[in-house]
């Protein structure tokens, strides 16, 4: 059974950092290209970044791009979103999603199964 599971949200002030991260169980991230999105209330979920299977090669929302980092841990079977300069419009509740496409993407319509979110609330 596919499941992910996010953690290390929270409060945190404008300009400063956070690593949020995802456990993956029942499928292998060497297998899987899997990314984050992010949604706020009333809007669609949208792809901040998303990285591939075994080569490191990772997209970013032109947003994100430059403050954001992706990365994972094939052997324990994690990811991870490095944050840094956070703004307020980087509040939302992240999720860290897997796709069966075999391109990077992040179009939310392609990734198939979802974690329960972590909520980042970037404020003074």
């Known amino acids: 059974q596919v499941q992910l599971v996010e953690s290390g949200g929270g409060l945190v002030q404008p300009g400063r950092a956070l690593r949020i991260s995802c456990a993956a169980s029942?499928?292998?991230?060497?297998?899987?290209?899997i990314g984050w999105l992010r949604q706020v209330p009333g809007k669609e979920r949208v792809g901040v970044a998303c990285?591939?299977?075994?080569?490191?090669?990772?997209v970013y929302a032109s947003s994100v791009r430059g403050r954001l980092t992706i990365s994972k841990d094939n052997v324990k079977n994690m990811v991870f979103l490095e944050m840094n300069d956070l703004k307020p419009e980087d509040t939302a509740v992240y999720y860290c999603?897997?796709?069966?496409?075999?391109?990077?993407?992040?179009?939310?319509?392609?990734?198939?199964?979802w974690g329960q979110g972590t909520q980042v609330t970037v404020s003074s």
């Open positions: 990285i591939g299977t075994t080569d490191g090669s990772a």
């Open positions: 029942g499928f292998t991230l060497d297998s899987y290209i």
């Open positions: 999603a897997t796709t069966l496409s075999v391109q990077l993407t992040l179009n939310s319509g392609n990734y198939i199964a």
